[in-house]
């Protein structure tokens, strides 16, 4: 069946502009995970969806970070005014549910870059 | 501050040897801990996991062993084979909100040597 996929695998950008990346999660699957995991890091958490809505947006550096579930499925995390310390592997991970020790399953993730 | 310690960036063992792969955490909150691996551009995988109920948990090849008291945890794998090098995560699920959020320790390279 099918996994997590993420789009672009790779992006390039210039620093100060906008980005969007996406996650398509198994279908079924009303957990959605975003990590983010910088050069010599582990992936750090960044925000959940349980369904539609963020449960725990906690990890979101800052303002400049967002991210949407709008139908409970896809979802998308938006980065304005890209700065070079936004470089990094953006990971998805979904499973059945959250809160019951359920798998997380995750994507191949994001190569973002800001030049 | 890093919860989630892997203090060994890097590990190599010869094929068909012990590999063992060491993680400290500072919360004695944690209740649940997971082993993750990662091929270069690939998505981290579950490997195996510990409640913290137990003190072993085996899957073939794979064990993990949790000490509590020392808040340390290991996963052994006998034997290693050349498709166990990869990047090996220890990571926990956050005490405080019931909602599988995990913390990754940063890492063990592990190479198995023909």
Known sequence: GAGVSQT??????????YVELRCDPISGHTALYWYRQSLGQGPEFLIYFQGTGAADDS????DRFFAVRPEGSVSTLKIQRTERGDSAVYL???SLNAGGGYE???????????? | DQQVKQNSPSLSV???????????????????????????A?????LISISSIKDKNEDGRFTVFLNKSAKHLSLHIVPSQPGDSAVYFCAASD?????DKIIFGKGTRLHILP
Do not use: H
Not at chain 1, 104 to 115: A, C, D, S
């Open chain 1, 59 to 62: 990890g979101l550096p800052n």
């Open chain 1, 92 to 94: 998805c991970a979904s």
């Open chain 1, 104 to 115: 997380q399953y995750f994507g191949p993730g994001t190569r973002l870059t800001v030049t």
């Open chain 2, 95 to 99: 005490p405080q909100k019931r909602d």
């Open chain 2, 14 to 40: 010869q094929e068909g040897r012990i590999s063992i792969l060491n993680c400290d955490y500072t919360n004695s909150m944690f209740d649940y801990f997971l082993w993750y691996k990662k091929y270069p």
């Open chain 1, 8 to 17: 672009p695998s790779n992006k390039v950008t210039e620093k100060g502009k």
């Open chain 2, 42 to 46: 690939e998505g981290p995988t579950f």
